[in-house]
């Protein structure tokens, strides 16, 4: 995020696009909730009528994998009226003519055809968002989920930086993280291409930083593979794997094709707090414990690092995974031994500019927002105030790209998917909490009463979803939550694999692949 | 330049900036006045009178927590008129609330009781009628139980202003008075309550009306040690109590978070019980003949160190792919990153950002 959470409160006009705020991420509802009630426009982009678009006053119900030609749109309307920041795309961006001849031809009308959103309502809230003092955006998996998503994220930063609503408090383009540390993930470095604090493999004087911090002769400059091409390698150039605390069976597209993939490895480890569906095609499992059972630090959304305190003690035999990890490392000749996660955590401040101030005995008084490179350096609460990370802010044109798989005739509907208020990614702990699963036992298919009358299918009956490359069972729920042609479910039962379903076409930069849309048909379960 | 001014507490001379209510002057100066209703992030009643103060020269004994603080103003928080007052009020919030202290599951932390104890308050004062309502249990996260409410109507501010929900409010008048979802629904019947099982309602209790219902008999209050922590969920980073009783997790509770303040949502509060599920994981695994038979750590990471090295050996670093993890922590994915990188020699690391 650009900003922090609680600036959302002090916004005056919030766009949300792709994101279900008040199921994945309730506390930053209340946050927008608190906005509204201090009056705020609140306009949510997205194809399903969630409880977020029921609060706001312009609901944008775009046809899913139309983002970009909706904020072409938007950006159409404010240059085309003057409403733009001139100033600001003068004195802080480049490239604003090629944007606007791109978004030229993005007219009300012609949106309106692409997105089925009405021209008028592109009109006003591209009126509000750029009128406004503060504006902010928040997006999540709506937005990247696409074989486009990069470019959805562009067409989102355009529009910030063409109405300068970025770089100044409650007002900035916020992507909403969706797991407890992926932050901290990306921050550490557990990415192909970079070490921690984003500084790239690429550059040799970071090789080199690194190989001489870590005692060894040299590191590698080649770009490794990410989850998805990794998976798709194993069995071929991929012969081993260590898995920690993931689920790619459950989590991953194209669901028969993964565990085809990990069958035909040399050697699986995995390392989890349960058997997941993932650890049971391993050779060899290792028990860890959980966030209870030990000490460390997680990264939140807002870039804000908090610890983790041990409560009790890992239960049976497991272990945290930091103990885990120097053991291996060891066993493997790289002697790898630290007293405490605090000690790593010095390491980490050492060789991650954003991380040099940030300690576990400061974060014992107070938590800390990176940027944070000195000790008594406060953190840092929004970015890009003065400066963008390169300089001049870029404006990136981009083109409408239509989905990889649309309906046809034999596949005529869209499923998106996404998650549920009370469960969490693929469920390998609220299935387990003795109350959450207990509300919410079983998964359903929403579909809009007109697909469902026919088919033929009453509420509660058993459907099966089919797409190319797989299909589930589950039971339909008629909503007005999707519109005709769209279905949705979560991703987050074990019964319910949607993901041998889902697509596994992926955005080219990214990688990330195309969840919110893929072609299937439903059939009702006689 | 905000102005400043000077009051007399119980003797003391306190100096606050104008604006400052009489009780805050007093929780400034460290002098103990009782409040039922009042909560410093929620708007002001002024409703349950337990923190009344004598002013003298005011027209009653106003509530400290509405009045404010003006220059040369004389308060006393414990004079004789004020504690019959505040005894009053007391006797008659007991003469309709169950005697069920001994099984209460907010004993040890429950205002009632702790005022009741501090003004020699004993239940017989006033005889008269008693509520029977039903205790709604209906569902897995939270307990109703609305003899024991006093009406303090925290739970309903907490909900509309905090959470933005608006699940309950009061309704019928006098001795009917309850606290509701709209047309007596329970929480659970969430199409019509509204309710999303956050439980901050719970969080600003001060008696046993809310309890979270899997902490129920798990614990005495005082039994409890706190842990603040990060929750292990979404990636807004709230951070809560957990609370520990004999080296287990019994229950989450609100502390004040730098993001969340002591909201949370349903899965933090609730969605603890993983962590002592049988289903964990308590000894490694080792892959025999399709079957996993236990094994020891030596084993297991021998075992493991082994196959790597020899995929590293065979067909170079790169034949290797590792997963780290968006669940884990900043130390152990630079840890993942250093074994992956330094160790083993590849990038070929990542984690599910992508999913």
Redesign the interface.
């Given at each position: 995020m650009t900003n922090s959470?609680?600036e959302i409160a002090d916004a005056d006009f919030i766009l949300t696009a792709g994101t279900n705020t008040?199921d994945?991420?309730?506390?930053?509802?209340?946050k927008i909730?608190?906005a509204v009630?201090k009056g705020a426009t609140l306009a949510v982009i997205d194809p399903r009528l969630t409880d977020s678009a029921k609060l706001a006053q312009y609901h944008l119900q775009l046809k899913p994998g139309t983002d970009i030609a909706l904020f072409n749109g938007l950006a159409n309307v404010i240059i085309e009226e003057g409403l733009y920041n001139k100033e600001f795309v003068e004195a802080r961006t480049e490239d604003f003519d090629a944007f606007k001849q791109t978004v030229a031809k993005y007219t009300p009308d012609y949106v309106s055809e692409i997105t089925g959103v009405p021209a008028e309502t592109i009109r006003e809230v591209a009126r509000g968002y750029a009128k406004a003092k503060n504006s902010t955006i928040l997006y999540t998996m709506g937005i990247?989920q696409h074989i486009c998503g990069t470019h959805n994220v562009f067409s989102t930063t355009n529009l910030s930086m063409l109405c300068g609503h970025i770089g100044k408090e409650s007002s900035g383009v916020n992507p909403?993280?969706?797991?407890?540390?992926?932050?901290?993930?990306?921050?550490?470095?557990?990415?192909?291409?970079v070490?921690?604090g984003y500084q790239p493999?690429g550059v040799e004087a970071n090789r080199e930083k690194?190989?001489k911090a870590?005692?060894?002769e040299s590191?590698?400059d080649?770009?490794?593979?990410?989850?998805?091409e990794?998976v798709e390698?194993?069995g071929k150039?991929?012969?081993?794997?260590?898995?920690?605390?993931?689920n790619?069976v459950l989590?991953?597209p194209d669901a028969n094709q993964v565990i085809h993939e990990l069958e035909s490895l040399?050697?699986l480890?995995v390392q989890?707090?349960?058997?997941t569906e993932t650890?049971q095609l391993?050779?060899?499992?290792?028990?860890?414990a959980?966030?209870?059972?030990?000490d460390?630090?997680?990264?939140?959304?807002?870039r804000?690092?908090?610890?983790?305190?041990?409560?009790?003690?890992p239960?049976?035999?497991?272990?945290?995974?930091?103990e885990?990890?120097?053991?291996?490392?060891t066993?493997?000749?790289?002697p790898?031994s630290y007293d405490s996660?605090a000690n790593?955590?010095n390491?980490?401040g050492k060789l991650t500019p954003a991380y040099g101030g940030i300690t576990h005995e400061r974060l014992d008084v107070?938590?800390l927002q990176w940027p944070c490179p000195a000790p008594d350096h406060p953190g840092t609460k929004f970015l890009h105030a003065t400066t963008f990370s390169r300089g001049k802010g870029k404006f990136q044109p981009v083109e409408h790209i239509p989905p990889d798989e649309l309906p046809d005739a034999e596949y005529p509907m869209v499923l998106s998917t996404g998650r549920r208020?009370?469960?969490?990614?693929t469920g390998?702990?609220?299935q387990?909490?003795?109350?959450?699963e207990?509300?919410y036992p079983n998964e359903y298919l929403e579909i809009n009463c007109a697909d469902a009358e026919k088919l033929g299918v009453c509420d509660g009956d058993k459907v099966r979803v089919i797409s190319r490359r797989g299909q589930v069972e589950l039971a339909a729920q008629l909503s007005e939550r999707v519109t005709p042609g769209l279905v949705f479910t979560s991703f987050q039962y074990p019964d319910v694999p949607i993901n041998k379903v889902t697509n596994a076409a992926r955005d080219p930069i990214?990688?990330?692949?195309e969840?919110k849309v893929c072609a299937v048909k439903v059939e009702k379960v006689s | 330049m905000v102005a400043n001014v000077t009051l007399t507490i119980d003797g003391n001379q306190v100096t606050v900036t104008k604006g400052t209510t009489v009780l805050e002057a007093a929780e400034q100066a460290g002098i103990f006045i009782p409040t039922f209703c009042h909560d410093p992030e929620l708007s002001k009643p002024g409703a349950c009178r337990i923190c009344v103060v004598e002013i003298p020269g005011a027209r009653n004994l106003p509530a400290s927590c509405v009045t404010e603080a003006t220059e040369g103003m004389v308060v006393y928080t414990a004079s004789p008129a004020v504690i019959e007052a505040r005894k009053t009020n007391l006797e008659l919030l007991l003469a309709n609330h169950p005697e069920d202290c001994l099984t209460c599951n907010k004993n040890g932390e429950c205002r009632l009781q702790d005022y009741a104890y501090y003004y020699g308050v004993k239940q017989d004062a006033f005889k008269g009628e008693k509520h029977n309502y039903p205790i709604e249990d209906d569902?897995?996260?939270i307990v109703r139980d609305m003899n024991k409410c006093i009406l303090c109507g925290k739970c309903i501010r907490m909900c509309e202003e905090?959470?933005?929900n608006n699940v309950i409010n009061f309704a019928f008048r006098g001795f009917n008075s309850i606290v509701t979802p709209a047309m007596g629904a329970h929480y659970?019947d969430t199409e019509i309550s509204n309710c999303?099982?956050?439980g901050n309602c719970v969080s600003v209790c001060p008696v046993g009306a809310l309890s979270e219902?899997?902490m129920i008999g798990k614990g005495r209050r005082w039994e409890i040690?706190k842990?603040?922590?990060?929750?292990?969920?979404?990636?807004?980073?709230?951070?809560f109590d957990?609370n520990?009783k004999d080296?287990?997790?019994i229950g989450v509770t609100s502390t004040n978070g730098?993001?969340?303040g002591r909201?949370?949502?349903?899965?933090g509060r609730?969605?603890?019980?993983?962590?002592?599920?049988p289903?964990?994981?308590?000894?490694?695994?080792?892959?025999k003949d399709g079957e996993?038979v236990e094994?020891t750590?030596d084993e297991?990471?021998?075992?493991?160190?082994k196959?790597?090295?020899a995929?590293k050996d065979?067909?170079g670093?790169?034949?290797?792919?590792?997963?780290?993890?968006?669940?884990?922590?900043?130390?152990?994915?630079?840890?993942?990153?250093?074994?992956?990188?330094?160790?083993?020699?590849?990038?070929?690391?990542?984690?599910?950002?992508?999913?």
């Open positions: 959470i609680g008040f994945a991420h309730p506390i930053i509802g209340i909730k608190q009630a990247t909403l993280r969706g797991q407890n540390n992926v932050q901290g993930a990306c921050d550490m470095g557990a990415l192909p291409v070490f921690p493999i690194f190989a870590w005692n060894v590191v590698p080649k770009p490794g593979l990410t989850v998805g990794m390698a194993a150039s991929i012969k081993a794997m260590y898995i920690l605390g993931e790619p989590s991953d040399d050697f480890v989890d707090i349960f058997l650890a391993a050779d060899v499992v290792l028990p860890a959980s966030f209870a059972e030990k460390g630090t997680f990264s939140n959304t807002e804000r690092v908090q610890k983790v305190r041990k409560a009790i003690e239960i049976g035999n497991s272990k945290p995974d930091w885990i990890i120097c053991l291996i490392s066993a493997m000749g790289y790898m996660p790593i955590m390491e980490i107070c938590s208020r009370y469960h969490y990614h390998t702990m609220t387990r909490t003795g109350a959450l207990v509300f990214s990688k990330i692949p969840y | 569902n897995p996260f905090v959470q933005g659970a999303v099982f956050c219902k899997a040690q842990v603040t922590t990060t929750c292990p969920y979404c990636g807004v980073g709230c951070q957990l520990v080296g287990k997790v730098d993001v969340n909201a949370l949502c349903v899965k609730f969605g603890y019980g993983f962590i002592h599920h289903d964990r994981l308590t000894t490694p695994l080792i892959k996993f094994a750590w297991a990471i021998s075992l493991v160190a196959k790597l090295n995929a065979t067909y670093p790169d034949a290797i792919g590792i997963l780290s993890s968006a669940r884990v922590t900043n130390e152990e994915n630079y840890l993942m990153n250093k074994l992956a990188r330094a160790v083993i020699g590849t990038n070929n690391i990542d984690h599910c950002a992508r999913l």
